[in-house]
């Protein structure tokens, strides 16, 4: 049996040997990362060690990495805090995680290739002179658009605002730099870059106050309260470090990536690929079958032993109309038939060719009326 191909990356990344090896020899260890004697001082030891490896993936110092239990908690505590006493703006593509931290934020607009429309944010600021905060990811989730995170951050400055920067989906396919960025606060998730899951962390800038979420014994310099999780702090800093070195390799994927967009349209011409004329991620893409259901689709090429998805994958397994794609201003069919294709570093030519055998048994079937709950699919030649 042909084993099944995972492409679904930016779901979550699968944990390369080293990663595994670090955690598990922590989960050997006993220490508490708190505690003043050998065992505790090994224990900070390890964390310490992590944060310099994930403060070296962003260019960052070590003193401004804070470790969280995920992006979402990162994001949280950068809008609970920086977000005190301002109005906050955020771009229309957020994640949830953002998006509900800051119920009362004015939406920022994207264009139809998913990028923010910095005319808009500019007007936005001008309009009001009360402080602000702006949010905006550096790369979208669902269509792997990249953002201009460093020019929005520059007219965010000129008018006295902070920016918090959510580079979850970016870290590990992109070049980051914290300083060049120009933000103030900016999160990471671990699993997103091969790390464990349930570890994360928010880079705070050396001028940004921020309250806490969480109180108690004063960990993390008393940003964030709570016994360190030393096995996955641990392994993110391996995967963080891992994630420099193999980042020439991820880029690589672009060519991969184009080749299979291409090999799927040659199948489905009627398919269209979301975001195409946008920089976007090197591993990823947003492709539509109008008429036919994302879920339709999940299910369908699940059973043909490809897993992918369709949006976001932090929604509890729910399949809904993407607000991403809804804030480019794509038309109804294309949001509701989108789904998502992510590779990673197990991907190879072999996989590629066990999609397309998937996506053509999935076309073939959705021309013939196979599936109950599909609309009106234009049938094109192959």
């Given at each position: 049996?042909?084993?099944?191909?995972?492409?679904?990356?930016?779901?979550?990344?699968?944990?390369?040997?080293?990663?595994?090896?670090?955690?598990?020899?922590?989960?050997?260890?006993?220490?508490?990362?708190?505690?003043?004697?050998?065992?505790?001082?090994?224990?900070?030891?390890?964390?310490?060690?992590?944060?310099?490896?994930?403060?070296?993936?962003?260019?960052?110092?070590?003193?401004?990495?804070?470790?969280?239990?995920?992006?979402?908690?990162?994001?949280?505590?950068?809008?609970?805090?920086?977000?005190?006493?301002?109005?906050?703006?955020?771009?229309?593509?957020?994640?949830?995680?953002?998006?509900?931290?800051?119920?009362?934020?004015?939406?920022?607009?994207?264009?139809?290739?998913?990028?923010?429309?910095?005319?808009?944010?500019?007007?936005?600021?001008?309009?009001?002179?009360?402080?602000?905060?702006?949010?905006?990811?550096?790369?979208?989730?669902?269509?792997?658009?990249?953002?201009?995170?460093?020019?929005?951050?520059?007219?965010?400055?000129?008018?006295?605002?902070?920016?918090?920067?959510?580079?979850?989906?970016?870290?590990?396919?992109?070049?980051?730099?914290?300083?060049?960025?120009?933000?103030?606060t900016l999160a990471l998730s671990a699993h997103k870059l091969g790390g464990?899951?349930?570890?994360?962390?928010?880079?705070i800038g050396d001028s940004v106050e921020l309250r806490p979420l969480l109180?108690?014994?004063?960990?993390?310099?008393?940003?964030?309260?709570?016994?360190?999780?030393?096995?996955?702090?641990?392994?993110?800093?391996?995967?963080?470090?891992?994630?420099?070195?193999?980042?020439?390799?991820?880029?690589?994927?672009?060519?991969?990536?184009?080749?299979?967009?291409?090999?799927?349209?040659?199948?489905?011409?009627?398919?269209?690929?979301?975001?195409?004329?946008?920089?976007?991620?090197?591993?990823?893409?947003?492709?539509?079958?109008?008429?036919?259901?994302?879920?339709?689709?999940?299910?369908?090429?699940?059973?043909?032993?490809?897993?992918?998805?369709?949006?976001?994958?932090?929604?509890?397994?729910?399949?809904?109309?993407?607000?991403?794609?809804?804030?480019?201003?794509?038309?109804?069919?294309?949001?509701?038939?989108?789904?998502?294709?992510?590779?990673?570093?197990?991907?190879?030519?072999?996989?590629?060719?066990?999609?397309?055998?998937?996506?053509?048994?999935?076309?073939?079937?959705?021309?013939?009326?196979?599936?109950?709950?599909?609309?009106?699919?234009?049938?094109?030649?192959?």
């Open positions: 049996m042909t084993r099944p191909v995972y492409l679904d990356y930016n779901a979550t990344v699968p944990l390369k040997q080293p990663v595994i090896e670090a955690m598990a020899a922590a989960l050997a260890e006993c220490g508490n990362a708190s505690s003043v004697h050998r065992f505790g001082r090994l224990a900070r030891r390890a964390v310490e060690t992590a944060r310099e490896d994930v403060a070296a993936l962003v260019g960052a110092a070590p003193r401004q990495v804070v470790f969280t239990g995920g992006g979402t908690e990162a994001n949280n505590l950068a809008i609970a805090a920086a977000g005190a006493g301002r109005r906050v703006l955020v771009s229309a593509i957020e994640h949830d995680s953002v998006l509900k931290a800051a119920t009362e934020a004015a939406l920022i607009p994207v264009g139809p290739q998913g990028v923010i429309d910095l005319a808009a944010l500019q007007a936005m600021l001008e309009r009001d002179p009360r402080p602000a905060l702006v949010c905006l990811m550096l790369a979208n989730n669902e269509t792997g658009v990249i953002q201009p995170v460093a020019q929005a951050a520059a007219l965010a400055r000129a008018h006295g605002a902070l920016v918090h920067c959510d580079a979850v989906q970016a870290a590990g396919k992109l070049a980051l730099d914290f300083v060049q960025l120009g933000v103030d464990p899951q349930g570890v994360g962390a928010l880079v109180m108690g014994g004063g960990q993390e310099r008393g940003w964030r309260a709570g016994t360190e999780n030393v096995p996955a702090i641990r392994g993110f800093g391996v995967a963080a470090r891992l994630a420099v070195q193999d980042l020439p390799a991820v880029l690589a994927l672009a060519a991969l990536r184009d080749h299979m967009e291409e090999r799927l349209l040659r199948t489905a011409p009627e398919a269209v690929v979301l975001a195409s004329g946008a920089g976007r991620l090197p591993n990823t893409t947003c492709i539509a079958l109008p008429g036919l259901p994302a879920e339709t689709q999940v299910m369908a090429l699940d059973l043909g032993g490809v897993a992918v998805s369709a949006g976001s994958a932090c929604s509890s397994g729910k399949v809904r109309p993407s607000h991403v794609l809804r804030a480019m201003g794509a038309d109804a069919a294309l949001v509701a038939g989108a789904i998502r294709i992510s590779l990673g570093w197990r991907t190879n030519e072999q996989d590629i060719d066990h999609l397309l055998d998937a996506w053509t048994t999935l076309v073939a079937r959705a021309r013939s009326h196979q599936y109950p709950d599909r609309a009106t699919v234009p049938v094109s030649a192959a």
